[in-house]
Each structure stands twice: as structure tokens, then as C-alpha cells.
């Protein structure tokens, strides 16, 4: 935190791998929300937080997509699989964890920041899920 400039650097590099962006940010957000998104780290002073979340659980998170799940969730589930999130999880293994799932959909754009990158596909997909289980 005592570095905009890596804190950019480090903000920028996610979304360049994270999003559905062919490698550039920019292709799927503006640079003012680029830098928006940066302040909201920057000024309250929340990046080392968001990036010690990361470091911490990351493997952990892909362990358990990778390995068998000995817990459930029994209430409706919805899934909506964007292809650029990291890590992605299939049908099968979300299946065998959340065991009544109303909505599945594999969209063909976006990343794991789908609600920023893609708000109306998002918003689609919530209000889709929560239709079925009025």
C-alpha cells in the first residue's frame, strides 16, 4: 500500500487476466472505470486486504474445486458460469455440492468480475434464477 503505482500494476494485471478482455482491460472497461475501481482500493487503503484474501485462499479454493466435497447445500442454486472466471467449476462437481440446482448457464463472455465487465448479463442471469424459485 505504499505504492500506487504497484497497486495499479497489480489491479491492471487482474483484469488483464481475469476478465473477458483478449488481454486488454480496456477492451471490456474504460480507463476511468479502470481508475475508479483503482481509488476504491487506493484511498481507503483496502488493497493489501483484497490481495492477502487471494494469497491466502487461492490454492485452497482450487483444491476444493479439484478434490470431492464432503459438504452440501440443499437450497435452490443458481450457476452462471462465465468462461474467462478462474477457477471454473463443472456441472458435475457443482452437482455433487449443491444439490438442487434450479439455474445452470455457461455465458459465452465475461470474467470473474462479470458484474462490472457485464452488468446486464449479470442482472439477466440473478433475475433468471430467482424467477424459478418465487
Known amino acids: 500500500m505504499d505504492s500506487p503505482a504497484l497497486l495499479c500494476a497489480w489491479i ?10 483478449d488481454g486488454h ?3 471490456a472497461l474504460s480507463r476511468d472505470e479502470l481508475l475508479d475501481n483503482l ?11 483484497a490481495a492477502r484474501l487471494y494469497w491466502e485462499s487461492f490454492k485452497q479454493v482450487q483444491r476444493r474445486f ?12 443458481g450457476c452462471s458460469i462465465f468462461p474467462k472466471e478462474n477457477p471454473r467449476p ?8 449443491f444439490t438442487d440446482i434450479r439455474h445452470w448457464n455457461e455465458l459465452n463472455r465475461g470474467g470473474h468480475f462479470a458484474a462490472f465487465e457485464r452488468p ?4 439477466d442471469e440473478v433475475r433468471t434464477f430467482f424467477r424459478l424459485v418465487r
Request: some cysteine.
Open 90 to 97: 463443472s456441472r458435475r462437481w457443482a452437482a455433487k455440492r
Open 39 to 49: 481509488m476504491l482500493y487506493w484511498l481507503p487503503g483496502t488493497g493489501t486486504s
Open 66 to 77: 479439484a478434490d470431492a466435497t464432503t459438504d452440501v447445500v440443499t437450497v435452490p442454486a
Open 12 to 21: 491492471v494485471e487482474k483484469f488483464r487476466s481475469w476478465k473477458d478482455c
Open 25 to 27: 482491460p480496456e477492451n
Open 120 to 123: 446486464e448479463a449479470f442482472v
